[in-house]
């Protein structure tokens, strides 16, 4: 029973275009959702994270939209660099679970020059 | 440095070993998280630190899986009896406080049951 889905296993996007990476929930309770980056044999780094009160959070080439009535978070980069190229996470948390983060299964982006 | 610290970067063992892994959170971090990646996996929480608080150990596998952290600050992560199933990326993470904010994690320790 997974809460948290990212239905692509992988995304394949050319250098300079946009890459939309998309996740789903299950529980409307979740109010915190965070995007992760990982590289092989590191741990996953922070992206970007919005709460349930907005729709749209931006930072640099990143955002991060989330639309509440579809369960549905997306991840936006633009434009797409190489350096790009690792595995994200999509993460969601809720208030009663005190910080406890759910992740999704992850979706693996190449960017090619 | 000032991230989240983990030791050992790798651990291979035999099945029925104990094994400890140790983290060391950002200074000042209330909060520290355990969670664990099996190959192909998301992250799966495991159990949660807040302050003085007594730990969240809901997401603990088995009684074969135990944690402290002394002090507030590093925290140990013990394993008794390792299984096959037990190996993973045991990944620690620490926020500045409880709930919503940024969890921040180590590179983790790589757990080879053999």
């Known amino acids: 029973d997974q809460q948290v889905k990212q239905n692509s296993p992988s995304l394949s996007v050319q250098e300079g275009r946009i890459s939309i990476l998309n996740c789903d929930y299950t529980?409307?309770?979740?109010?915190?959702f965070l995007w992760y980056k990982k590289y092989p044999a590191e741990g996953p780094t922070f992206l970007i994270s919005?709460?349930?009160?907005?729709d749209k959070n931006e930072d640099g080439r990143f955002t991060v939209f989330l639309n509440k009535s579809a369960k549905h978070l997306s991840l936006h980069i633009v434009p797409s660099q190489p350096g790009d190229s690792a595995v994200y996470f999509c993460?969601?948390?809720?208030?009663?679970?005190?910080?406890?983060?759910?992740f999704g299964q992850g979706t693996i982006l190449t960017v090619h020059p | 440095g000032a991230g989240v610290s983990q030791s050992p970067s790798n651990k291979v063992t035999e099945k029925g070993k104990d094994v400890e892994l140790r983290c060391d959170p950002i200074?000042?971090?209330?909060?520290l998280y355990w969670y664990r990646q099996s190959l192909g996996q998301g992250l799966e929480f495991l159990i949660y630190?807040?302050?003085?608080?007594?730990?969240?150990k809901s997401g603990l596998p088995s009684d074969r899986f135990s944690a402290e952290r002394t002090g507030g600050s590093v925290s140990t992560l013990t394993i008794q009896r390792t299984q096959q199933e037990d190996s993973a990326v045991y990944l620690c993470?620490?926020?500045?406080?409880?709930?919503?904010?940024?969890?921040?994690f180590g590179d983790g320790t790589r757990l080879s049951i053999l």
């Open positions: 993460a969601v948390g809720d208030g009663t679970s005190y910080g406890k983060l759910t």
């Open positions: 630190f807040q302050g003085n608080s007594a730990p969240d």
């Open positions: 200074s000042g971090h209330t909060a």
């Open positions: 993470a620490s926020s500045l406080y409880r709930g919503n904010q940024p969890q921040h």
């Open positions: 919005i709460s349930s009160i907005k």
């Open positions: 529980n409307s309770m979740f109010d915190y």
